[in-house]
């Protein structure tokens, strides 16, 4: 292909707006341009990128059976509504209507069509397990579409979904498709963490998410430094270390006037923050929740939202704070607390001895309060957000911090859905059973930005072979001279009959020029052909190498196999 016909507006400044490098480089090198605020056009570079990612995906889903088709991407709002989540997924739906002024929204997943289309067709046991896949754009309303491709509005996706007469077929297919997962981002030369992850608005029980390494991530992932543990920051737990018992104190109150954080109030009760019990009000599906969580720590909400199974989960006001818990804000406290409602302790205070805490009254707080003799505790679980250094749940190594870019997830599903919609299969005994369903995703355009987060230096982008949108540039240095461009045509095609797709420069361009911009595209091979052209001679050069070599035209295949043996 002559790159004077292929569309590369390559940019010489980096453009203000983008934070990324990703979104900088993809920018720069022509691969991508902005329609609208988180909507972009996949330029031909990056087309081919996204089409190589693909039929990775393809070869992948193969292996397994997983079986490929298109849904539409408008739908109608009655399913969502049928299943609760037109409410719950809140803004981030794109709603619309139609002429008749029925109402659609712009798809962002699709379990609920899925399930709408197998309903009457999976309607026995005999008929499963059974994987369908797409890969599909979607559309969110992103409140604040940033990074690029990494948050946008409108993106590519890849989305599985599983139907099994059982959970031993549901496991299965779960395992299957974190293989085929890590095969996938593997092929793709990315590094990656398999963590565990919180199931959100998707429901179910079963869930992992894949996060590529990546300053820039906006999810931070929590690991051990000394085994395979890894969790996302709101599923992560640890060991700490029961408190040390004593000698119960009398109860007693303190005067607290002023006095707003945890390091104040430990100064004045002359405690560390591990002796504080920290009281959090919630309104939780509308009903008064009391948090109870060390000092030291933060309530992990999400933890404790699916502790509770809650569909809605927000800090209460101090109106409700006055009426619903019978308190005071700021001196709210599980001691003499007048209202009878749930109250959650996290584990960090299950042995804690002697705490000071809220007394419910203005400017007040307790000192020496104990468990069972001062108040009392519905339940005692993890809702605390770890901290680096502590021990990893598996008594291996220490939990360290990173960031990463959430590129798949995978969940267990169960019932949820297909009861929403009467999806109902006969068992080997004749009697209905709700189809059990697992969903699996992929974000396509958004693995463009997490490879180049991964693979750049400062010249630009450094695709992987299996990748990159030409694996072979060959650049002419003078497009003038004959005997350079007969060369050139003659390495296309040795190149082209091996299986390498290439990418001729062939513009009257200066070499500088063209030797800064295949940098910047990134292409793994570049294959110069100037002054010994008449001898039959290139330079050969990978992307990820500073030295170049001279071949003869016979020996190029060959030297370039041996020199790709050392690339990414």
């Known amino acids: 292909m002559k790159q004077s016909q292929v569309m590369i507006p ?38 081919r990128v996204l089409q190589n990612i693909e039929r990775i995906v393809r070869e992948e889903m193969d292996k397994i059976e997983a079986i490929e088709m298109l849904a539409p991407a408008i739908l109608p709002a009655e399913l969502w509504k049928q299943s609760g989540r ?63 491709l990494l948050r946008g509005r409108e993106f590519i996706m890849y989305d599985a979904y599983s139907f099994t007469s059982n959970n031993d077929d549901l496991d299965k297919i779960f395992d299957q498709m974190e293989h085929a997962y890590r095969q996938i981002y593997d092929r793709c030369g990315l590094d990656y963490r398999v963590i565990l992850g919180d199931s959100g608005d998707m429901g179910g029980t079963g869930s992992k998410e894949f996060s590529a390494i990546a300053d820039i991530g906006e999810d931070t992932i929590v690991y051990s430094n000394m085994s395979d543990y890894a969790a996302n920051l709101e599923m ?86 006055a009426t619903e818990f019978k308190s005071v804000p700021g001196y709210i406290g599980p001691v003499n607390l007048q209202a009878k409602i749930p109250v959650i302790a996290d584990l960090s205070i299950r042995n804690l001895c002697n705490a000071v805490t809220g007394a419910n009254q203005a400017d007040a707080q ?56 009467q999806a109902n299969f006969l068992d080997e005994n004749g009697h209905p059973q709700p189809i059990i369903m697992g969903c699996y995703g992929i974000g396509i355009s958004r693995l463009l930005s997490a490879i180049v987060e991964q693979h750049h230096d400062q010249k630009g982008m450094i695709w992987p ?60 091979v570049r294959i110069v052909i100037g002054k010994k052209a008449a001898d039959n001679i290139v330079e050969i050069k990978l992307r990820n190498q500073e030295e170049a070599i001279e071949v003869s035209q016979g020996d190029i295949v060959d030297t370039i196999n041996i020199l790709l043996k050392n690339y990414i």
């Open 86 to 148: 037109y409410e719950t997924y809140g803004d981030n739906l794109f709603k619309l209507k139609d002429r008749h002024q029925r109402d659609f929204i712009l798809g962002p997943t699709h379990e609920e069509t899925l399930t709408y289309l197998v309903k009457d067709v999976l309607n026995s046991y005999k008929t499963m397990p059974k994987v369908l896949y797409q890969i599909q754009t979607k559309y969110r309303d992103e409140d604040r579409p940033r990074y690029g």
């Open 465 to 524: 072979l299996s990748l990159a949108p030409y694996q072979a540039h060959i650049i002419i240095m003078n497009s003038k001279k004959q005997e350079q461009q007969d060369l050139a045509a003659q390495v296309e095609q040795q190149l082209t009959e091996n299986n390498f797709s290439v990418l001729v420069d062939d513009r009257k361009q200066r070499a500088g020029v063209k030797f800064a911009e295949s940098d910047l595209i990134g292409i793994p």
């Open 10 to 47: 390559t940019l010489k400044e980096v453009p203000s707006d983008a934070e990324a490098v990703s979104h900088q480089l993809m920018l720069r090198a022509g691969f991508i341009r902005q329609v609208s605020a988180g909507v972009y056009a996949y330029l031909p570079l990056a087309f």
């Open 236 to 321: 992560a737990t640890s060991i700490i270390a029961d408190n040390q018992t004593e000698p119960l104190q009398d109860l007693e109150t303190i005067a607290t006037p002023g006095i707003t954080t945890i390091a104040a109030l430990a100064k004045k009760a002359q405690v560390t923050p591990q002796k504080i019990i920290k009281n959090v009000a919630y309104i939780v599906d509308d009903k008064p929740v009391l948090a109870l969580i060390r000092g030291d720590y933060e309530v992990n909400e999400v933890k404790l939202k699916n502790v509770l199974k809650a569909s809605e989960l927000r800090p209460a006001t101090d109106s409700e704070i």
């Open 366 to 421: 307790v000192k020496n309060a104990n468990l069972d003799r001062d108040y009392q505790v519905s339940q005692f679980v993890d809702i605390r957000t770890v901290k680096k250094g502590e021990l990893s749940p598996d008594n291996k190594g220490t939990l360290q911090f990173t960031r990463g870019i959430e590129i798949g997830h995978v969940f267990k599903l169960g019932t949820k859905y297909s009861e929403s919609f």
